[in-house]
């Protein structure tokens, strides 16, 4: 493997098409304001890098970034790229990871709209993230351990699983698939609206007009707090542990919990029960 070490660059494609190569602590940056450094690149580990470049790995094969920095400058970092593994590493620059396969993020900060669109098979772990349209219209997702702030988030997913993680985010999973979540915190409007085949274990929902026109929708052991107009026109087989604000009209199943302020049935389509107390 080749070794670059303590160098900067910053023409145009300066690593283009680089196969087996080793970068340690080099900058991506100067007047000259290049793009595509790695494009078309395979078997690159990127080491305590500085990229503030536009479009750094795009359609690269096997790539590890680790201790590495991308700036608010370094746009759309990776699309089109396979088998790619970053760690303890900021991304913050918009459009991050897009059309990727085979990603696993660990222990890094992302600041990034428009992160994570239609990549298929990530792995995520031990990482924050700020971002618009999170991970929208990705398949296979295994994230653990993550917390998210944002807007529109999980949009369009397939096949899915969350576990002992903390979004604060409207919009969450709609038209989501297959999707599984446990122990976890879920705060934010209108949560899941059109999804099919979610089902939440042992989670905290927060928000107004959650889980509404849902499909195969199943709460195992859930709390909910200050929720209102819950599960309209939805598929749901739901037992709560906590006070629900309001239920209104589902459309069939059944929903157990100790308490609802109101059960709204004004609409002769909703035959799904609601038992109280029990």
Partial sequence: MKVIENQTFDRERALYGSNQVLVKNCSFDGPADGESAFKEGSDIEAVHCFFNLRYPFWHDHVLVIRDSEMTQDCRAALWYSEHVTITDTRLHGIKALRECKDVAIKGCDIISPEFGWSVGGIRMEDTSAVSEYFMMRSEDLTFRNVELKGKYSFQYIKNATFENCVFETKDAF???????????????????????????????????QPLCYCKNLKLIDCEMRNTDLAFEKSEVDAVLTTRVGSIKNPLSGRICAPEVGEVILDDERAKGEVVIGK
């Fill in 174 to 208: 709609w038209h989501g698939e297959n999707v599984t979540v446990r122990d976890s915190v879920i705060k934010g409007e209108y949560l899941a609206w059109y999804s099919s085949g979610l089902t939440l274990i042992r989670c905290k929902i927060i928000g107004a």
